[in-house]
């Protein structure tokens, strides 16, 4: 591998994948091709920005020539498609852009892919593809697909997109689905980011439905690795779940986040419900571990401390970004929710 196109690397986990791999691998070179959406910001990676090695391409994976431009100008031998609409939440409210990039926008991928004979191309999925769990049980790779929100219909569709290409052309596709990540530079429509922020506002914690429904924490530079992992071992049609084996009901996360900033759980509102809201995600991820080798090891408690740190110390971070846009969105989805 000498040359590596990341999609999406101004987001949330693209971005701290882009820094990972300048790190891990000095010898690559890294482009970065991204739209930057209201969720791209490259303020994530203005300490990588001067690295030779790090080319930034502001565009669109549904734009097929731009594409091909730059898998054919920095002689791209490895594709991971991070580039998506990520918040279930505004695919509630409108979901033609998820189904444009999310699913559009592979196809695109894959065409180029299979033109210039990429020799990796990794999909960025989700454990949203599988639907929802009951009490008990967790997701494996081999479990139907059965997505719930056009966010998670749209992932899987891209999915089977890759399946398709790998079945039909041999496009060397391989699919990895991982559990929630939280850690820096987590745009803050998501919970983890948005509860902090909140609370050192002293602004109202808005837990849909009753709170019980459970998320699988990963720490992102955990999901980094098996990425890296699956590009270097990964078996070409395979699909990889990550996880971490950490479930936490939402009211829980929230009120260790509420106990560590030394805020009165006062501030929790709980508000109507999500609707289509997947009770519970927990992640069977035995075969990457058996198969390549790869399992997290940061541990949550200091991961999640690092975390609530980094939001405290990078204020004027997260003061840009949710100024603007993100005040329409937010009174939009929270306005009625949040009243009296
Ligand atoms: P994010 O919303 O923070 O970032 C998405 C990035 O994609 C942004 O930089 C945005 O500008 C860019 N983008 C959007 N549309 C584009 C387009 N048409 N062309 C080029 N760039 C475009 O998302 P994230 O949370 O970092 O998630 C990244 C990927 O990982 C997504 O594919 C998501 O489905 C997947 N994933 C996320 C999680 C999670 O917990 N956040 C877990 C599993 C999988
Ligand atoms: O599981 C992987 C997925 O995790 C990714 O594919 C998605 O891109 C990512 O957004 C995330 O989806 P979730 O819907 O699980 O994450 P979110 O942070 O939006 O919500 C986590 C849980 O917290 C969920 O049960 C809904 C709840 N929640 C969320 C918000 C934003 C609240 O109770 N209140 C909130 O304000």
Same mark, same amino acid.
């Given at each position: 591998?000498?040359?590596?196109?990341?999609? +999406?690397?101004? +987001?949330?986990?693209?971005?701290?994948?882009?820094?990972?791999?300048?790190?891990?691998?000095?010898?690559?070179?890294?482009?970065?091709?991204?739209?930057?959406?209201? !969720?791209?910001?490259?303020?994530?990676?203005?300490?990588?920005?001067?690295?030779?090695?790090?080319?930034?391409?502001?565009?669109?994976?549904?734009?097929?020539?731009?594409?091909?431009?730059?898998?054919?100008?920095?002689?791209?031998?490895?594709?991971?498609?991070?580039?998506?609409?990520?918040?279930?939440?505004?695919?509630?409210?409108?979901?033609?852009?998820?189904?444009?990039?999310?699913?559009?926008?592979?196809?695109?991928?894959?065409?180029? !892919?299979?033109?210039?004979?990429?020799?990796?191309?990794?999909?960025?999925?989700?454990?949203?593809?599988? +639907?929802?769990?009951?009490?008990?049980?967790?997701?494996?790779?081999?479990?139907?697909?059965?997505?719930?929100?056009?966010?998670?219909?749209?992932?899987?569709? !891209?999915?089977?997109?890759?399946?398709?290409?790998?079945?039909?052309?041999?496009?060397?596709?391989?699919?990895?689905?991982?559990?929630?990540?939280?850690?820096?530079?987590?745009?803050?429509?998501?919970?983890?980011?948005?509860?902090?922020?909140?609370?050192?506002?002293?602004?109202?914690?808005?837990?849909?439905?009753? +709170?019980?429904?459970?998320?699988?924490?990963?720490?992102?530079?955990?999901?980094?690795? !098996?990425?890296?992992?699956?590009?270097?071992?990964?078996?070409?049609?395979?699909?990889?779940?990550?996880?971490?084996?950490?479930?936490?009901?939402?009211?829980?996360?929230?009120?260790?986040?509420?106990?560590?900033?030394?805020?009165?759980?006062?501030?929790?509102?709980?508000?109507?419900?999500?609707?289509?809201?997947?009770?519970?995600?927990?992640?069977?991820?035995?075969?990457?571990?058996?198969?390549?080798?790869?399992?997290?090891?940061?541990?949550?408690?200091?991961?999640?401390?690092?975390?609530?740190?980094?939001?405290?110390?990078?204020?004027?971070?997260?003061?840009?970004?949710?100024?603007?846009?993100?005040?329409?969105?937010?009174?939009?989805?929270?306005?009625?929710?949040?009243?009296?």
């Amino acid at each position: 591998m000498q040359s590596i196109l990341v999609t +999406g690397g101004a +987001g949330f986990i693209g971005s701290n994948f882009v820094r990972y791999i300048l790190q891990n691998y000095p010898d690559l070179t890294v482009v970065n091709l991204d739209k930057l959406t209201y !969720a791209g910001n490259l303020e994530n990676l203005r300490d990588v920005e001067d690295n030779p090695n790090y080319h930034f391409v502001k565009g669109d994976i549904c734009n097929q020539e731009l594409v091909e431009y730059v898998v054919r100008k920095f002689n791209v031998d490895v594709v991971v498609n991070f580039a998506a609409e990520s918040h279930v939440d505004r695919s509630i409210l409108g979901s033609e852009v998820f189904m444009r990039t999310n699913v559009i926008g592979t196809q695109v991928l894959l065409e180029v !892919a299979k033109k210039y004979e990429i020799e990796k191309f990794i999909q960025i999925s989700t454990d949203e593809v599988y +639907g929802s769990l009951g009490p008990t049980g967790k997701f494996t790779e081999d479990m139907p697909l059965s997505p719930n929100s056009p966010y998670a219909a749209s992932k899987a569709s !891209a999915d089977l997109l890759c399946r398709a290409y790998f079945k039909t052309f041999g496009v060397p596709i391989i699919i990895t689905r991982c559990s929630n990540n939280f850690g820096p530079y987590q745009f803050p429509e998501k919970l983890i980011p948005l509860m902090i922020i909140n609370a050192l506002n002293d602004k109202p914690l808005p837990v849909y439905g009753d +709170g019980e429904n459970v998320r699988d924490w990963i720490y992102v530079l955990d999901h980094c690795r !098996a990425i890296d992992f699956v590009i270097q071992r990964g078996k070409p049609g395979e699909i990889y779940n990550i996880g971490a084996s950490n479930e936490w009901r939402n009211i829980d996360i929230v009120k260790l986040i509420l106990k560590k900033l030394n805020k009165p759980e006062s501030l929790i509102k709980f508000v109507k419900d999500r609707p289509g809201h997947d009770r519970r995600y927990a992640m069977d991820w035995t075969k990457i571990k058996r198969e390549l080798g790869w399992e997290p090891i940061f541990s949550f408690e200091e991961a999640i401390t690092e975390t609530i740190n980094w939001y405290i110390q990078n204020e004027d971070w997260w003061k840009k970004v949710i100024s603007g846009e993100y005040q329409n969105y937010y009174q939009l989805w929270y306005g009625e929710r949040l009243k009296n």
